[in-house]
């Protein structure tokens, strides 16, 4: 391979030529590789259920908030330090949320006040920043490991959710917050969403034009031209697919009647069809995604993340306040958890003690399934969140073959390992 100031140059066979041009992570594209041959299995074994409307778009809401959470577990596991309370933090969150909207603010503000969402959403934010910021101190000024740290706030949050309501479930939410946890009313509806894909396509090519003018400024090796079309059909051709499938999938007969019913719209013979289109949770999921990508990416905190986890004493000698970058990351990651627990408590409708048990496996599975190494230094935003959705689709699967409980437990263990199996291959390869 060779290069020059405008074109890069590129040997070997077809494929290698292919990859080396358009620069796509080999990793990243063999997950999603797996992902298709997981979906396609899954299919078959499942009499054809499995790659429908309907399943995929409740396999899109069920991972937000697992791929919201495995955003930050990224940033966390970089820096060689793991996090196990994410589910005990969400289930806590998750209950103080639900009694600040039914017994709190309705008494100060009234039933269904339009800023009952709003305050309970940034409450929940806060105080999970706060509980990510107590944890990152101890570990990153007083010296104790993140693994005993957040070991003992798994138990300790845990409890902390029982001991706010007794063990009761608090139910039912405020209606509007409701909308989060997506539905009929918590999705945007046939145009919107492809107003949506519009945007996307446009941002993806005023990406890759910009990518390709910063290096051509800087005399970087441009890729050719035919790679970053193909790159641009690509992203395109995901979001306007992604948007088609969850349009094909209807409200229910009876919603769409009583609200044909309510609006004076007459029903036609076969039924009144009213996509859903693309639901909340997931809109928020792609949001937090992009965010924190280009926190990842692109900012001065991004690059310290990284260089912590490549080198802690390295980065230590250059100046970079390490310990209070590991506070950060742990703020982070317990308001991630605060956006986490909104979608999952708003989805049920309720706030119950079991929520988030185990989300901890499957959200630190997600990150090193997406390419993050436990050893440190190496991860990203984007194959976190394809993570999450490959564990998603295997829970979701085995639940559509009827597989019981313990046996899921099991496989996704089983996944575990042989991701991080994987993962020391791939990097004693890279040696």
Known sequence: MTNSANSLTIEGNPVQRFLAATEVDTRLLGMVGALLLIWIGFHFMSGGLFITPRNLWNLSVQTSSVAIMATGMVLVIVTRNIDLSVGSILGVLAMLMGVMQVEFLPRMLGLGHPAIWILTTAFGIAVGALIGGVQGTIIAYLRVPAFVVTLGGML???GAAWWVTSGRTVAPLDTTFQLMGGGPAGSIGSTMSWIVAGVACLGIVAYLVYARRQRRRFNFPLRPVWA?????????????????VFNAYPWPVRIAASYAA???IAVPEGGLFISHGIALPVLIAIAVGVIMTFLATRTRFGRYVFALGGNPEAAELAGINTRWVTVKIFMLMGALCGIAASISSARLNAATNSMGTLDELYVIAAAVIGGTSLSGG????????????????LQS???????????QSIVVGLVLVLAVWLDTLYRNRAK
């Open 228 to 244: 970053e079309v193909v790159l641009g059909l690509a992203g395109c051709g995901i979001a306007l697919g992604a948007v088609a």
């Open 156 to 158: 300790v949050w845990r």
């Open 262 to 264: 309510a609006n004076d």
């Open 397 to 407: 699967g085995m639940v559509l073959m009827g597989l019981d409980s313990p046996l």
């Open 378 to 393: 190496v991860g990203t935003i984007v194959g976190a969140m394809i993570g999450a959705l490959v564990m998603q689709s």
